[in-house]
């Protein structure tokens, strides 16, 4: 199978169509020009070619091209996860997953700004995906730069990055049967919190609003309570420990709680950890009629 998109430089939405399709097609060759009679020998062309078909074409550029979701018009990376994505997920949620993530990068290439910056704040902007990508671009263009190279270069991250999403998309029926069984234990127990086993991959996406802290053994096998935020990519958070908490370790948090085997609580209040299970679970309780 022959990949064809424009040469020169490159952005994160090129950079991502052609890694899903290398996820998808094994063994496929990739062509970067803007050559017409080039184009025609491609069984697929993006972000080039000016049409859009669904079939082999998915370019976004011309002005009859309207497609959005969400409000936000798609761009290459999109337009090939629209046609091609369920081939690499599991179901309509992981689907939406990654087609969420892909949202930012083609928002990005379509030049609009949804980043909402606070005033304090206004001179640092986040580093984005799209960003990510364009560093790869060469610093220079003298005719000895090899564009092509480093293109390849940025859809191997790519395909790192899709793979790493990807795994936690086609995860999420699980986790949400793990920790929908939790919350239903919870609210039984007329408890705002609830106890995993096991930190579930996805667990901020798919907590009950009425839950305030979760419970979970941590991979070094200590025990932490983690507020929830309001929403998923978010600091603000439902509810946080107690003020005279914060920054307090070992001896001095343990006395402040009365929970011997507390040891750590961050300062910004939104995670507090314990040696055992049955430690967490009395810090989630006092936090929860503190």
Same mark, same amino acid.
């Given at each position: ?15 991502? @169509? %052609?890694?899903?399709?290398?996820? !998808?097609? #094994?063994?496929?060759?990739? *062509?970067?020009?803007?050559? +017409?009679?080039?184009? $025609? ?112 270069? @940025? %859809?191997?991250?790519?395909?790192? !990055?899709? #793979?790493?999403?990807?795994? *936690?998309?086609?995860?999420? +029926?699980?986790?949400? $049967? ?113």
């Amino acid at each position: 199978m022959i990949i064809a998109t424009h040469d020169g430089i490159f952005h994160a939405d090129d950079v991502f @169509a %052609v890694a899903i399709l290398k996820l !998808i097609y #094994k063994d496929i060759r990739i *062509i970067r020009t803007r050559d +017409e009679n080039e184009l $025609k020998k491609a069984d697929i062309c993006l972000d080039v070619g000016r049409k859009y078909d669904g079939i082999k074409n998915f370019d976004h550029h011309q002005n009859d091209f309207t497609l959005k979701r969400n409000n936000i018009p798609y761009a290459s990376s999109g337009l090939i996860w629209k046609h091609f994505g369920n081939e690499l997920v599991k179901s309509k949620e992981a689907f939406e997953h990654i087609d969420e993530i892909l949202q930012t990068v083609d928002v990005a290439d379509n030049g609009i700004d949804i980043i909402n910056v606070k005033e304090e704040f206004k001179d640092i902007y986040p580093y984005t995906l799209s960003r990510l990508i364009d560093s790869f671009n060469p610093i220079s263009n003298e005719e000895s730069i090899n564009y092509d190279k480093s293109f390849l270069k @940025a %859809v191997e991250l790519a395909i790192v !990055i899709l #793979k790493n999403e990807i795994a *936690i998309a086609n995860n999420l +029926e699980l986790s949400r $049967k793990i920790i929908n069984k939790a919350i239903l234990k919870a609210k039984k127990e007329n408890k705002n919190y609830i106890v995993l086993n096991n930190l579930v991959s996805g667990w901020k996406k798919i907590i009950d609003k009425d839950i305030l802290f979760v419970v979970y053994r941590h991979p070094d096998k200590t025990w932490c309570v983690h507020s929830i935020p309001v929403k998923e990519e978010n600091f603000e958070n439902r509810k946080l420990f107690p003020e005279e908490w914060g920054d307090l370790t070992n001896e001095k948090l343990a006395k402040i709680t009365g929970v011997k085997d507390a040891f750590f609580c961050h300062k910004g209040r939104f995670i507090v950890c314990c040696k055992t299970k049955q430690g967490t679970i009395k810090i989630a309780e006092m936090a929860v009629k503190s």
